[in-house]
């Protein structure tokens, strides 16, 4: 069973890090993934905004997803690089949305782009890119 069904059958439950975050699959499909979140106190830092490492992490798993929907059976993907922008903060309670996209897919190298933005879409948290190798 690939990645892909196992979230379509599992949703949560396919991926270890999304249960330990609370991160929940919308959507995905065509090169592209949609991730939620709702912030807790324990991702938040000393003063109260959540954390920027896990803004990284939930947009590379969005990244990540939205690269599985290109991907053969049996191929894997590794981040190789990754440049985050961190544009707002939100607070325990928020929910979050990481939107991503494949830029351009190469034989061995695919190049993405994504952000972290507020539940209804209209405050951007967050911009990323980044590039993965396939294996």
Known sequence: ??????????????????CLMGIQPKTYGEGRACLEMTVRPDMTNGEG????????????????????????DGQMIATISSTTTFLRGVRAGEIVLAEAWVVRKGRQIIFTEGRVCSADGKNELARCSASFIVR
Request: aromatic share 14%.
């Open 49 to 72: 905004w959540l954390q920027g490492g896990m803004y990284t992490s939930l947009v590379d798993e969005a990244m990540a997803l939205a690269i599985y929907t290109l991907l053969d």
């Open 1 to 18: 069973m690939s990645y892909l069904d196992d979230i379509k059958n599992s949703g949560q439950k396919a991926n270890p890090f999304f």
